[in-house]
């Protein structure tokens, strides 16, 4: 369902994505990120970054002076065709987001962005799991949910599921993950309406 909706999406995508939906999650991923690396006192550039569900290449836009090189995966040919365009990839990869992190070398990225990718998994331990293996001592996976009031998970109208606070500290804890920051943002709107969701920064220790 994924990759055939964003296939057939891939076209328009960034037009509908910032302009009808005000989309800014690589911005609001990358503030996370420096302030972390600020609050530690380190400076905020990374050799190596993994981009999950990297769509048409905006996160490798705005990260691009943060990173000496960066990959990215997606399950969208169609999208992988426009992130290629782009030229700021080192590497893109055609599969799922857990899949492709398997493939992935133990502690060989040093930062794991996702930004509005995780919507489209219910259960996260798998990827927070492979996250933790494949990022370096000190690295950091910076991620943004959607938001849910309640516990758990919450599957909503638009096949798009929903975390809350609490699953995602239960989850990265269970990784292995120390949770640096989490906090609300809303990195869409829908209708015109912010979208409630969440934006987090977690390290491997």
């Known amino acids: 369902y994924v990759k055939a909706l964003f296939d057939q999406y891939a076209p328009k995508f960034e037009t509908a994505l910032r302009g009808d939906l005000s989309y ?26 993994l981009d999950l569900g990297c ?11 943060m990173v000496e090189r960066i990959d990215g995966f997606d399950l969208s040919p169609r999208m992988l065709t426009q992130a290629r365009a782009t030229g700021r990839y080192t590497r893109l990869v055609e599969a799922d987001m857990v899949a492709a992190l398997r493939g992935e070398p133990d502690g060989s990225a040093d930062l794991v962005l996702a930004a509005d990718a995780m919507v489209y998994l219910g259960d996260l331990a798998p990827l927070c799991r492979e996250v933790a293996r494949v990022l370096a001592s000190g690295g950091l996976f910076a991620f943004t949910v959607e938001a849910h009031d309640g516990e758990g998970v919450s599957l909503g109208a638009t096949l798009r599921y929903a975390h809350s606070e609490s699953y995602q500290r239960a989850v990265i804890a269970a990784a292995g993950l120390t949770l640096r920051d989490v906090s609300q943002a809303s990195i869409r709107t829908d209708g015109g309406v912010p979208v409630p969701g969440y934006v987090a920064v977690a390290e491997k220790p």
Request: glycine share 10%; charged share 15%; hydrophobic share 50%.
């Open 24 to 49: 800014r999650g690589p911005e609001i991923l990358q503030r996370a990120v420096i302030a972390a690396r600020h609050a530690a006192q380190e400076p905020a550039t990374f050799r190596h970054a």
């Open 55 to 65: 769509g048409t290449g905006l996160a490798a836009g705005v990260f691009a002076a």
